[in-house]
């Protein structure tokens, strides 16, 4: 995966906790991996000891989270495990045949 030079734009203040939306977006300038290119969808990258990550669409990339970076070994591990959950989908959707 190479990595990629991106702008984050975090328009409810994340990168401090906050989740309401702000005036002036804060603007970061990143070095980030990103799932489907500079153009993707996903992109881990760090501000300062944050680990963050940004979503995606057409190079418009904006801020979701962030934690410290001490998460990230554990994140790491939980995403390896996603093709062993099995997600019972008649639980979800009762009535959906495609189970």
Not at 33 to 60: P, W
Not at 77 to 97: A, C, E, G, L, Y
Request: net charge negative; charged share 20%.
């Amino acid at each position: 995966m190479k990595k990629h030079h991106i702008t984050v734009w975090d328009y409810t203040n994340v990168i401090t906790g906050g989740n309401i939306p702000v005036t002036d977006a804060l603007k970061h300038e990143v070095t980030a991996l990103c799932v489907g290119g500079e153009d993707g969808i996903l992109a881990f990258f760090y501000i300062d000891d944050l680990f963050c990550m940004a979503s995606g669409d057409d190079g418009h990339w904006k801020l979701m989270y962030r934690c410290h970076k001490n998460w990230q070994t554990q994140i790491k591990n939980v995403v390896k495990q996603i093709p062993s959950i099995h997600i019972n989908h008649s639980i979800i959707f009762p009535n959906n045949d495609n189970k």
